[in-house]
């Protein structure tokens, strides 16, 4: 039998190329060696945007098309969205007895999201995101998830949910089975402004569906070195984020990019233009592939349908082994 991945986003927004990096590749590579569940994960997506249903609902949608242009097959994976499995949200609520409130306030990444999301959380966190790290286990282990590839944001995530499969199976026996994170070939994509994560919410980031002209501006806009200003001025290409790119889509000039810019060769503009250049190139059959499924609504909706009716199957598989170890298997 093969081995299982889960994996997902957010139906927050679009997918940029820091999910590229840090997950999509990944998914698309080990699609056929695996069996592939890819979740839209509304749910979780509605514990910071419980006040804008239409944006997550509208996003669920984009997602999936971001998923289905980079490669993921619907024949070799299964996308489905979360909220149409209710063992997920089941499970989720018997796995919230095994973990404490100190335990999730301690999670780095909830920590760090909680402060990015103080307007909306104002003095205090709801129960519902302060819990997503529970829902998360649950997502995982109802597919039995042997391999979760994901950014390195996602880490504590993957810890979280061990730790619970490890208190389940010591307490109603050996069903779960422990996850393993992958993380991507870039397991943090920094933001255009520098910033350490590029990020759907953070208007820092180059879209999978971004036009040419959109990213040669935003590349024009990307942080640079502030003490090179003038052409022969010798710069430093760790302080730039026109050469952080370049390490992920100019493999092949990036010796010379950096010899030209230490030594004053070279300007920022012309520095830019190639890389908006390479990844305009880059994105090029992405951008196409997405379009032909965006013209294609119908065959979009019928791929999630038909991916959700498939994953609904396992999960209540593991929800009925689950429901007997915890001995509220009734009738
Ligand atoms: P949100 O701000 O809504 O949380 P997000 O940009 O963090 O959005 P998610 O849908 O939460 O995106 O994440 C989907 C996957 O992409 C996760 O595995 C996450 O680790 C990965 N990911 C997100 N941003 C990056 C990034 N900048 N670099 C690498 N991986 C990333
Ligand atoms: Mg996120």
């Given at each position: 039998?093969?081995?299982?991945?889960?994996?997902?986003?957010?139906?927050?927004?679009?997918?940029?190329?820091?999910?590229?990096?840090?997950?999509?590749?990944?998914?698309?590579?080990?699609?056929?060696?695996?069996?592939?569940?890819?979740?839209?994960?509304?749910?979780?997506?509605?514990?910071?945007?419980?006040?804008?249903?239409?944006?997550?609902?509208?996003?669920?949608?984009?997602?999936?098309?971001?998923?289905?242009?980079?490669?993921?097959?619907?024949?070799?994976?299964?996308?489905?969205?979360?909220?149409?499995?209710?063992?997920?949200?089941?499970?989720?609520?018997?796995?919230?007895?095994?973990?404490?409130?100190?335990?999730?306030?301690?999670?780095?990444?909830?920590?760090?999201?909680?402060?990015?999301?103080?307007?909306?959380?104002?003095?205090?966190?709801?129960?519902?995101f302060l819990g997503y790290p529970v829902s998360q286990a649950?997502?995982?282990?109802?597919?039995?998830?042997?391999?979760?590839?994901?950014?390195?944001?996602?880490?504590?995530?993957?810890?979280?949910?061990?730790?619970?499969?490890?208190?389940?199976?010591?307490?109603?026996?050996?069903?779960?089975?422990?996850?393993?994170?992958?993380?991507?070939?870039?397991?943090?994509?920094?933001?255009?402004?520098?910033?350490?994560?590029?990020?759907?919410?953070?208007?820092?980031?180059?879209?999978?569906?971004?036009?040419?002209?959109?990213?040669?501006?935003?590349?024009?806009?990307?942080?640079?070195?502030?003490?090179?200003?003038?052409?022969?001025?010798?710069?430093?290409?760790?302080?730039?984020?026109?050469?952080?790119?370049?390490?992920?889509?100019?493999?092949?000039?990036?010796?010379?990019?950096?010899?030209?810019?230490?030594?004053?060769?070279?300007?920022?503009?012309?520095?830019?233009?190639?890389?908006?250049?390479?990844?305009?190139?880059?994105?090029?059959?992405?951008?196409?592939?997405?379009?032909?499924?965006?013209?294609?609504?119908?065959?979009?909706?019928?791929?999630?349908?038909?991916?959700?009716?498939?994953?609904?199957?396992?999960?209540?598989?593991?929800?009925?082994?689950?429901?007997?170890?915890?001995?509220?298997?009734?009738?």
């Amino acid at each position: 039998m093969k081995k299982i991945i889960l994996t997902g986003d957010r139906p927050t927004g679009q997918l940029h190329i820091g999910h590229l990096f840090g997950s999509l590749l990944k998914r698309v590579e080990l699609q056929d060696q695996y069996d592939s569940y890819i979740m839209v994960a509304d749910v979780q997506a509605l514990t910071d945007n419980f006040n804008n249903p239409q944006k997550v609902r509208d996003n669920v949608f984009e997602v999936v098309l971001d998923n289905l242009a980079v490669g993921i097959d619907p024949n070799k994976s299964t996308i489905f969205i979360q909220s149409m499995i209710p063992e997920i949200a089941e499970l989720t609520i018997f796995y919230s007895n095994l973990v404490t409130v100190s335990r999730l306030q301690r999670n780095p990444t909830v920590k760090e999201e909680i402060k990015q999301k103080k307007e909306l959380f104002k003095d205090s966190v709801t129960f519902g995101f302060l819990g997503y790290p529970v829902s998360q286990a649950a997502d995982i282990t109802v597919f039995g998830a042997d391999l979760v590839p994901v950014g390195e944001d996602q880490l504590p995530m993957i810890e979280q949910t061990k730790e619970i499969v490890k208190k389940f199976n010591s307490i109603y026996g050996n069903i779960l089975k422990e996850p393993e994170a992958l993380i991507g070939s870039v397991g943090r994509v920094k933001g255009l402004d520098g910033n350490t994560k590029m990020g759907k919410s953070l208007n820092n980031a180059i879209y999978l569906a971004d036009e040419p002209e959109i990213i040669e501006q935003k590349v024009k806009k990307a942080l640079t070195d502030t003490k090179k200003i003038k052409i022969d001025d010798k710069g430093n290409p760790n302080d730039c984020m026109v050469y952080y790119y370049h390490k992920i889509f100019s493999q092949d000039n990036l010796r010379n990019i950096e010899t030209e810019c230490k030594s004053g060769k070279r300007g920022c503009v012309h520095c830019k233009k190639e890389l908006s250049e390479n990844i305009i190139k880059y994105l090029e059959p992405i951008r196409e592939k997405r379009k032909y499924y965006q013209n294609k609504p119908e065959l979009v909706r019928e791929i999630i349908e038909n991916g959700t009716k498939k994953a609904k199957i396992m999960a209540s598989e593991t929800l009925k082994k689950v429901k007997e170890g915890m001995k509220i298997n009734y009738f």
